[in-house]
């Protein structure tokens, strides 16, 4: 099961840091993504980690704003999103899958999301 949490209004040129919570298998045996869904719009894939910490990017705007690390201890995941720009704003969502490939029909788990609004 996953949780993702930490979503909310933010002012354009913010930050945010989303969690996911992990609970009935062992996180680090896992690649978790992060998509995101805008209403009218396809589901993107933002970034995803594998299980040896190599990430890979769906969306080159955010490169050098997002980061994804993972706290094992804590079984939880996280999106650290910086420089936050109004074209952010989605639902955004964490997922399982066996590989860090941003396809979201690979991704079998799926937290319930939790809506980013950045404001201009």
């Known amino acids: 099961q996953l949780q993702a949490s930490g979503g909310g209004l933010v002012q354009a040129g913010g930050s945010l840091r989303l969690s996911c919570a992990a609970s009935?298998?062992?996180?680090?045996?896992?690649?978790i993504g992060w998509f995101r869904k805008v209403p009218g719009k396809e589901r993107e894939g933002v970034i995803c980690?594998?299980?040896?910490?190599?990430?890979?990017y769906g969306d080159d705007d955010v490169k050098g704003r997002f980061t994804i690390s993972r706290d094992s201890a804590k079984s939880t995941m996280y999106l650290q999103m910086n420089n936050l720009k109004p074209e952010d704003t989605a639902v955004y969502y964490c997922?399982?899958?066996?590989?860090?490939?941003?396809?979201?029909?690979?991704?079998?788990?799926w937290g319930q999301g939790t809506q980013v609004t950045v404001s201009s």
């Open positions: 009935g298998f062992t996180l680090d045996n896992y690649a």
């Open positions: 980690i594998n299980s040896i910490g190599v990430t890979n």
């Open positions: 997922a399982r899958s066996p590989y860090c490939i941003m396809v979201d029909a690979i991704y079998n788990y």
